[in-house]
């Protein structure tokens, strides 16, 4: 089964940073998708015109990233492209080109499809001197986005694209419990006083992080075993210390390590005691294991 391919088509003297960031919120928001931008997938020797045929041929759909400066422009001086213009190839085989995978995964589709999206630019095709090969695109529905309305208008336009598309979400946030009054009530560190606690040996190997967001504070580390069967020991002896702490971990194993982070989402996400106390107790556990080991 192969998963459902968009294919990047801009000009990167123009949208190049735009397509880059698309390509990231796509992948992140949608369930079993790839995002192919050129400057990604090709690599050094690669025939440009055969991998570009390439990556649209295997795409489902193809998005069309159009700025101030995607074609020359109506009613200007601007000096006219060359006729081997890459952009225009793209999208010309774009449309003509079939869909290179069998019925079955090509996600109910009979051709593909082409998705213009107007970025920190007038939106209207009546702006650019169209090719002849590319005049479908004028009649086409167009979305819209620019860099000022990005952080709002990001999400609703994938949605839009998803619901077009027949594709499915990720799920939008983990799910907590209730929260617990006594912890609510907890004070959280400050800054300079947790980053002291963590110089003691106690707690070697955790750091801060916020994960891009301002406002909460993690404690992290990732803790390393030789094999999968320590981490798994390590992962069932705390999530047991955690049924009698009544506080859990964020974390992800990967076979031989494991990734925690710790905050008390109930202070508002900060690091509290609880978080403390845990992180000494899992530098213990993990030592514990590998000793028996």
């Known amino acids: 089964m192969q998963p459902f391919t968009f294919f990047i088509s801009y000009r990167r003297q123009d949208t190049a940073p735009i397509a880059l960031l698309l390509k990231n919120e796509i992948e992140k928001r949608l369930q079993f998708v790839r995002v192919s931008v050129d400057v990604e997938e090709m690599q050094a020797g690669d025939q440009f015109p055969d991998r570009l045929k390439s990556l649209i041929h295997e795409a489902h759909a193809t998005i069309v990233l159009i700025g101030k400066n995607w074609m020359p422009k109506h009613s200007t001086n601007q000096t006219e492209r060359p006729g081997d213009d890459w952009v225009a190839h793209e999208l010309e085989y774009s449309k003509s080109s079939p869909i290179a995978h069998p019925e079955g995964d090509c996600f109910g589709l009979s051709e593909r499809v082409v998705l213009p ?53 990720r799920p939008d946030a983990d799910e907590y419990p209730k929260p617990d009054l ?31 967001n301002a406002e909460v504070r993690y404690l992290v580390k990732t803790f390393r075993f030789p094999h999968f069967n320590q981490a798994a020991d390590f992962m069932e002896m705390v999530a047991n210390h955690c049924r009698v702490l009544d506080h859990h971990p964020e974390w992800r194993n990967v076979f031989n390590h494991v990734t925690v982070s710790l905050t008390t989402w109930d202070a508002r996400r900060k690091v509290t005691i609880y978080d403390l106390n845990l992180a000494l107790y899992m530098n213990m556990a993990a030592k514990a294991v590998v000793k028996r080991t």
């Open 117 to 169: 999206i107007f970025a920190d630019c007038d939106r209207g095709f009546q702006q650019f001197e169209l090719p002849d090969s590319i005049a479908y695109l004028s009649k086409l529905h167009s979305e819209y986005i620019d860099y000022a309305g990005w952080p709002v208008a990001i999400g609703p336009l994938i949605d839009r694209i998803a619901v077009k598309l027949n594709l499915k979400k």
């Open 182 to 212: 006594a912890k609510a009530r907890t004070q959280p560190l400050g800054d300079q006083e947790l980053a002291s606690i963590l110089t003691y040996d106690d707690y070697e190997g955790w750091y801060i992080d916020n994960f891009g």
